[in-house]
């Protein structure tokens, strides 16, 4: 059956199926099924012929000039290794293991990010993600690098990106030392350290009877190598009778999309062999833009991409979303991982690979600019924290070019624009029209010629330059839009020549249909924001509440007053997540100093943070709100925090305080050291690591060799994202004369990885003489084996639950399978004793189950705080995936 277009509730119902792709395609399928058998070297191979190699050029040519400077330098050449963290693991009954994870204390607040920014939180790698389910979804907020990873995912696998560690100092000593040997000496060390892993591969496998292969990361192929990547927008799928009839093969869409983003020849090309690689499950599709749709076309895409992957589903999804609204991603059965953000290593390295590129960014190949100077690149590096990538990269361009008339953020937005302009082209005389384009784009979702020519009229655009290129260019008929006529082409718009020289420039990307958007969000929210400059109150409060407008209401808080729309906020009735409140947060880092709003809002968040009789989650997205607004008065409001009598508020002040960064913090988290709370213990360990300051190191020196185990572990996990100065540190510990010493060593090395730390890993589970060190070491060693099993995993189904199996046994019952099996949860939050309460309650939330809305929410009136915190994340969790406001319990 194909897919009815003239009815999607039929068509969801129903589903696609792969009959009638089978049919008409059923010559290429044949080659294809009979192509399977090939092994991936094979399929490498096959990727040299000329269809494949066009297409791969012109992926490669789009992932190297899509980011924000792709006009000017590659992306390989500055791109940061994006990091990804798995979704939280399914609650479970605590076990008995004498091992622990610490960074549990960290709450990870993916809309308000920059609180666990910070933190080592344990990552995965785009190789990880290869290894775990084939149906992903990738999430993250609008700046964090969502296409870009896409990008960067789609040349790594083809080997055109790798990842390098940053300058190891004790590898580098380690290398001196051996340099200053004989060749026999040096010859005699390497063959004692391979005997050394032998011995300990040997050990393990007659201890585990597994089979251990080489030391992870030896290896230079990538896990993604046996897939051609495809990364298509979803403003380019068209799904319409028009087009394709009433009934359609779902990868149809799919492949107009990917011609329409190549060149004509690759176009030509491309269908016969895409086909064959997604009928033979040999396909990346990387699927971007689905938060940049009106909601009615996200929808319809939702119901596409269902049918795409039932059709084709041994090939391997990534699409990308925001971490708000994308249940229905995961009611498709795709698992969420979320992008990382930046940590101080990653702001560093951006500052690093920039001022590397610098001369031919500012200047050419042929004729480069000079090297930034020193205290450019001293500027360029402060004050980073809580900036998102597109705002740092934005800070360093602007730095190094010196070319912003404003100080801040509006200068840096200016500055962007005018680079992509004509140079004969001055900004001021166009900006009231790009903010009117700009306005349009987030009030209908695309801009269109026929929206523009209605919406402006064509004297409006006197002062835009039009290059003789723009002119001929918007004399073609855009594709799919027919011939223009010959008295159009003589008299073409000004609105078509404008929106020619922006697509032209860069700023606007055009998507079949004649749609067009601006290529990078972020800018049509500030242009749109300038049309706000003298907005009545009314039409403030009106665009506050409209999604679409969220970073643009942000952006004008640069200019303009926005305590109408901030008290509004105040006064409307808090939703379960209180995002009304927190959400103007975010217009603190961008509103001046002096905004009267400021003060008000900063106080009320922060008596979010310690009110008494509050829920965990909310105290948690409080802390996380006020590190986003880069207000320095926040230190004052954590500090204050840090003296309060709730272990949950002192935890999060810590944490607060090292997320902030200010060495005025030292102190206070010095005396938090010693906590009754061990929770608020490990939270001022990660903290003063976080400062990584010679006093906060040398703390965490004294914590290492004085303190509870769980806290010297956090000592060994915070300084293994020290390369300078915490690798040394565990270098030394691993041969300590105290046996915890050593012991918190191993975790640190293990989160080090490199071919030093596994070394003294192998040593210590040979030769450590005590058998506490040696079963750390061995247990270190063996989580750095499991590489296959790192990757995103499904929640299990209810019906294997092992602890829901457990209880419902012990009442003489069975857990059956599918919607059954949600009852027996449903059964355990109403009647289970108050741990089994607490676990049902957590999971019903984490499956997404939202049928257990009503049931959440009596929960929250249980008898035990535990359930009743349970109960609320689950309903949060809940609000989180529908992208829809639950009301506050009363």
């Not at 009229?457 to 002062?463: K, L, N, P, R, V």
């Not at 209180?578 to 968040?605: C, E, F, M, N, T």
């Not at 997205?621 to 500090?639: E, K, N, Q, V």
Request: hydrophobic share 45%; charged share 20%.
């Amino acid at each position: 059956m194909g897919f009815d277009v003239e009815n999607f509730g039929v068509g969801l119902l129903v589903g696609w199926t792969s009959a009638y792709a089978a049919y008409r395609f059923r010559k290429q399928i044949g080659a294809a099924v009979r192509s399977t058998r090939r092994s991936a070297t094979d399929v490498q191979n096959y990727t040299t012929r000329s269809a494949d190699n066009r297409f791969i050029h012109d992926l490669i040519e789009q992932a190297e000039t899509t980011h924000l400077a792709g006009r000017f330098v590659n992306l390989s050449e500055i791109v940061i290794e994006p990091r990804f963290l798995p979704a939280p693991e399914l609650v479970a009954p605590p076990d008995d293991d004498v091992i622990h994870r610490v960074f549990h204390v960290v709450p990870q607040v993916h809309d308000f990010p920059y609180l666990h920014a910070p933190y080592n939180l344990e990552t995965l790698s785009i190789d990880d993600l290869a290894t775990g389910d084939r149906q992903v979804a990738l999430l993250g907020i609008p700046g964090s690098g969502r296409t870009t990873a896409l990008l960067t995912i789609a040349l790594h696998s083809l080997g055109r990106v790798r990842f390098v560690s940053l300058e190891d100092r004790v590898q580098k000593s380690l290398d001196a030392e051996e340099a200053a040997l004989s060749e026999k000496a040096r010859a005699a060390r390497v063959k004692e350290r391979q005997e050394v892993e032998r011995l300990a591969r040997e050990r393990l496998s007659e201890q585990h009877g597994i089979t251990y292969g080489q030391t992870p990361d030896e290896s230079d192929v990538t896990r993604f190598n046996q897939f051609l990547p495809v990364y298509i927008h979803l403003a380019n799928v068209h799904i319409s009778p028009d087009e394709y009839g009433s009934q359609i093969d779902p990868a149809e869409p799919l492949v107009r999309a990917a011609q329409n983003q190549v060149g004509p020849i690759t176009a030509r090309t491309l269908p016969l062999n895409l086909y064959r690689r997604l009928a033979a499950g040999q396909t990346l599709l990387l699927i971007d833009g689905l938060d940049d749709l009106p909601p009615e076309e996200q929808r319809e895409k939702i119901i596409w991409l269902q049918a795409l992957m039932s059709t084709y589903s041994n090939n391997f999804f990534i699409v990308a979303a925001a971490p708000n609204g994308y249940g229905a991603l995961m009611k498709l059965g795709m698992t969420p991982v979320i992008l990382r953000p930046w940590s101080d290593l990653n702001l560093e390295q951006s500052v690093d690979r920039w001022t590397n590129v610098w001369p031919v960014v500012g200047g050419t190949r042929r004729k480069p600019a000079g090297r930034p100077e020193d205290a450019a690149i001293a500027r360029a590096r402060a004050n980073n924290r809580a900036l998102s990538p597109v705002d740092l990269t934005l800070k360093i361009w602007s730095t190094y070019g010196n070319d912003t008339q404003t100080a801040g953020f509006e200068g840096w937005l200016q500055a962007f624009v005018t680079r992509h302009l004509p140079a004969n082209q001055p900004l001021e005389a166009i900006l009231t029209q790009l903010g009117q384009v700009a306005a349009l784009q987030l009030d209908e979702g695309f801009i269109t010629l026929e929206r523009i020519e209605a919406l402006i009229q064509a004297d409006a655009f006197s002062g835009a330059e039009f290059s003789e290129e723009a002119e001929a260019e918007s004399a073609k008929p855009a594709r799919g839009r027919g011939k223009k006529s010959a008295q159009n082409q003589e008299q073409v718009s000004a609105q078509s020549k404008f929106l020619s020289m922006l697509r032209r420039s860069g700023l606007l990307v055009s998507y079949r249909g004649g749609r067009l958007q601006f290529r990078h969000s972020f800018v049509a929210a500030y242009l749109a924001g300038l049309t706000l400059k003298a907005a009545r109150a009314e039409t403030l409060v009106d665009k506050a509440n409209r999604p679409a407008w969220s970073q643009a209401l942000a952006y004008a808080a640069l200019h303009t007053s926005m305590e109408p729309a901030v008290r509004a906020r105040l006064s409307t009735p808090p939703d379960l997540l209180h995002s009304q409140v927190l959400d103007v947060s975010r217009w603190l880092a961008y509103a001046p100093s002096s905004a009267s709003w400021r003060g008000p809002l900063l106080k009320h968040i922060g008596n979010m943070l310690v009110a008494a009789n509050q829920y965990p989650l909310v105290r948690e997205r409080a802390a996380a709100a006020l590190i986003g607004t880069r207000d320095r008065s926040t230190l004052l409001i954590f500090r204050q925090a840090a003296r309060n009598a709730n272990d949950e508020v002192r935890r999060l002040a810590c944490l607060g305080m090292g997320a902030i960064g200010s060495t005025e913090a030292i102190k206070d988290l010095i005396a938090l050291l010693e906590d009754q709370s061990n929770e608020v213990q490990l939270a001022a360990v990660m903290a003063l690591g976080a400062i990584g300051n010679d006093e906060a190191l040398e703390a965490l020196v004294v914590m290492l060799t004085e303190s509870s185990e769980p806290a010297r572990q956090a000592v060994a996990e915070t300084i293994a994202l020290l390369p300078a100065e915490g690798h040394p540190i565990l270098y030394d510990a691993i041969r300590h004369d105290d046996m915890l010493v050593r012991r918190a060593a191993t975790f640190g090395l293990k989160r080090v990885a490199t071919h030093w730390a596994i070394d003294l890993l192998y040593r210590a589970f040979l030769e450590d003489e005590q058998w506490y060190v040696r079963s750390a070491a061995q247990g270190a060693f063996f989580d750095l084996q499991q590489q296959e099993n790192r990757g995103p995993q499904a929640y299990p189904a209810p019906d294997s639950i092992a602890w829901l199996g457990d209880w419902a046994g012990a009442r003489g019952e069975n857990v059956p399978a599918g919607e059954g099996a949600v009852q027996v949860l449903l059964n355990a939050l109403q009647d289970g004793e108050p741990e089994i309460r607490e676990l049902a309650a957590r999971v019903l939330g984490q499956l997404g189950q939202v049928t257990a809305a009503r049931p959440l929410y009596a929960a929250l009136r249980d008898r035990q705080e535990e359930v009743r915190s349970a109960a609320h994340r689950s309903l949060a969790d809940l609000e989180t995936q529908l992208g829809q406001s639950f009301p506050a319990p009363i």
